[in-house]
Every structure is written in structure tokens, then in C-alpha cells.
């Protein structure tokens, strides 16, 4: 069995200047780049919005980002509008080192279901393909960093560790958002979960 580097959400819109910017996401790139040459697999997400996605506050009247709201499949943080697909803010950080990755999995392309875990949709049943092909490719441990923490970092890794994986998140090539103690509350449910934090 083997392992894979998992690279979460590094996108310009992520980034310092970028429509829902994460403090410091630029600062983990070089650092990325860098651990890729440990992986025999490296995997990028990205997130992939349709312009109108639900997950917008500007689609709820009323509402701002960073309010919450109720969807059919529980409570939802509303954001700005980010990572549109094909849009400049949903591409990659220039510096990141796309050229090593074997598979680039987009997530939150289904207009009424926001995803923020690689693994499954924010329904927590809905799979992305994911978990299948790290098994098809006898993958069975998983090293995650990126944006956010908090989020996308998260979700995945917790997600990960409850499908079986052996789950390591590396904190210092991740960064938060951090809503309302929302950083701690992901570190401890991580921790839970099995995570190890490094
Ligand atoms: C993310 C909020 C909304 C993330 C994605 O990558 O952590 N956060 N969409
Ligand atoms: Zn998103």
C-alpha cells in the first residue's frame, strides 16, 4: 500500500486578494511544492462552483456572507461568491506546482449542495469519486494541507479517517479562516477523529 499527498483548495480566490482570502494562503505554497517530492501521488482539489451556487449569499435575499442558513441537508455557512468555474479566482496559485499532480478532483459543481470535503458532498452522502480511486490505486494513507484549515482541510480529513484512511494534516502548510472559533473547533474534531496533526 502507498500514500498520497493531498493539496486542499489552493486557489486564487483563497489567496490574499482573492474573494474569500485565507490570511497567509500564498505563504504555504513554496512549502508545497517542496513536500510533493516525498509523494509517489500527489492529488489537487479544486473548488468549482456554478455561478449561481447556493452556497452564495448573493443568491438568498437579505442575506451576507458569513451568515448562516438552513439547506435540506443542515446548516450552511453563506459566502461570497468565489472559485466560479473557470473563473481567474478558481485557478490554481500561479506558483503552485501543477505539473506533479496525477488527478485534480473538483467539488461544489452541483448547484444545491455545497462540498467543502474531497470525499463527499456537504449532505455527507453524495461521494465525489474520490475515495474510489485512491483504492483502486491501493492508497490506504493520506497527507492533506492547504486552504482552509478549518473547511475544505477539515472536512476531507475527517472524512478520510472515518472511510479508513490513515490521515495526517500537515498544520503548517495549512491555513484558517477561523468563523466564530471555528479553527480550534476543526482541530479538536480532527483530533477526534483520529487525525493526526502535525
Ligand atoms: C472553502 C469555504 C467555501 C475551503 C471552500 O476551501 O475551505 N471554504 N468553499
Ligand atoms: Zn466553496
Redesign the pocket.
Known amino acids: 500500500m502507498s500514500d498520497a499527498l493531498i493539496v486542499?483548495?489552493v486557489?486564487n480566490d483563497?489567496c490574499p486578494g482573492g474573494a474569500?482570502a485565507?490570511a497567509g494562503g500564498n505563504d504555504i505554497v513554496p512549502g508545497l511544492n517542496a513536500l510533493m517530492a516525498e509523494f509517489s501521488a500527489v492529488i489537487l482539489?479544486q473548488?468549482w462552483?456554478p455561478a449561481k451556487h447556493s452556497?452564495f449569499a448573493s443568491q438568498h435575499a437579505g442575506k451576507a456572507p458569513l451568515e448562516m442558513i438552513d439547506m435540506p441537508y443542515g446548516p450552511q455557512?453563506l459566502?461570497p461568491d468565489?472559485?466560479v468555474q473557470g473563473s481567474d479566482g478558481a485557478a490554481f496559485h500561479p506558483a503552485l506546482d501543477t505539473a506533479r499532480a496525477d488527478l485534480i478532483i473538483r467539488k461544489?459543481y452541483n448547484p444545491a449542495i455545497?462540498?467543502?470535503s474531497a470525499f463527499f458532498e456537504n449532505d455527507h452522502t453524495t461521494p465525489t469519486g474520490l475515495e474510489g480511486y485512491l483504492r483502486n490505486r491501493g492508497i490506504d494513507s493520506l497527507t492533506m494541507a492547504?486552504?482552509?484549515?478549518?473547511?475544505?482541510?477539515?472536512?476531507s480529513a475527517v472524512d478520510a479517517a472515518k472511510l479508513g484512511f490513515k490521515v495526517r494534516v500537515r498544520q503548517d502548510l495549512s491555513r484558517g479562516?477561523d468563523l466564530d472559533g471555528s479553527l480550534a473547533a476543526a482541530l479538536d474534531g480532527m483530533a477526534a477523529s483520529g487525525v493526526s496533526l502535525d
Open positions: 486542499i483548495d486557489q483563497f474569500l485565507v482539489t473548488d462552483h452556497s455557512v459566502w468565489h472559485c461544489g455545497d462540498s467543502y492547504g486552504l482552509a484549515t478549518d473547511f475544505c482541510v477539515n472536512f479562516i
